[in-house]
């Protein structure tokens, strides 16, 4: 598939036609591309055990990587140590963007309980009662605003820290906050990533629908969600491969002069 350059004066809708079309039959025209997408619907099922989830999250790392980098054929689940490692990195990058809104979470839940002690009337049942539960209502919606604020943010800024990391195998560039700021900011990422999500979003309708049919519709979901969260990622590679930052290196010194002889 050619790079796709934001920078034109082509219409977004037109451009988010064509990166779902083309995304949609980015596995599918693979070499092994039913193998690749048995193997990952398998590890879908047994995510539970984390492990398998790891190897998904590598596989997703090795097609944000190639599609980057212009080659447009599916890898395969093979070198399963280095995919596990890629996954892990990965895993660990998702895992920290996620923790951060339960920990807010967390935090308003401390407060709550603070305030249910500090705050009069909200103990007791006092003439302060209104008063105290008022307070404690404030602090709760304020804390989960935030909290929510915080999601919305987390869920904006992982693919672009994913694919960071899938490019350069460096965890610490999943949270090079300077170089991601610079990405994220840009309206070429923010079509890329409203183009995944609504691919992600119609695979998860296309679950719903399965999950009427008892047991074999869920089964046949998780192969779904596999084929609609690798065609999201192809998406956000080819959005990387315009809006990554650009590496610039110093300038060469200068040679010394050489006396005159």
């Known amino acids: 598939m050619p790079s796709y350059h934001f920078n034109t004066s082509r219409r977004v809708r037109t451009l988010r036609t064509t990166m779902i079309e083309a995304s949609l039959t980015y596995l599918r025209d693979g070499d092994d591309a039913v193998t690749t997408a048995v193997i990952g619907g398998l590890l879908l099922l047994a995510s539970p055990l984390v492990i398998p989830s790891i190897l998904v999250f590598g596989y997703l790392a090795r097609v944000l990587r190639r599609t980057a980098d212009g080659d447009d054929d599916p890898p395969v689940f093979g070198a399963w140590g280095e995919l596990f490692v890629d996954g892990l990195k990965a895993f660990a990058v998702a895992f920290v963007y996620s923790l951060l809104p339960l920990a807010v979470v967390a935090v308003a839940a401390t ?66 906050v300077g170089a991601l700021w610079g990405v994220v900011t840009k309206r070429a990422y923010a079509t890329g990533w409203a183009t995944a999500a609504v691919v992600v979003l119609a695979g998860a309708l296309a679950i719903g629908v399965l999950s009427v049919v008892p047991i074999l519709g869920t089964i046949a979901g998780v192969f779904v969600q596999f084929y609609a969260l690798v065609a999201a990622a192809a998406i956000v590679g080819w959005t990387w491969a315009d809006v990554r930052p650009v590496a610039t290196e110093p300038p060469e010194p200068e040679p010394a002069e050489r006396p005159v002889v």
């Open 111 to 176: 407060v709550t309980l603070g305030a249910f002690v500090v705050v009069p009337g909200t103990a007791d049942g006092g003439a302060g009662t209104f008063f105290g539960t008022f307070v404690v209502g404030v602090l709760v919606l304020v804390v989960g605003l935030v909290a929510l604020a915080l999601s919305l943010v987390g869920l904006y800024v992982t693919p672009a820290a994913l694919a960071a990391v899938a490019d350069s195998g460096k965890v610490g560039d999943g949270f090079a």
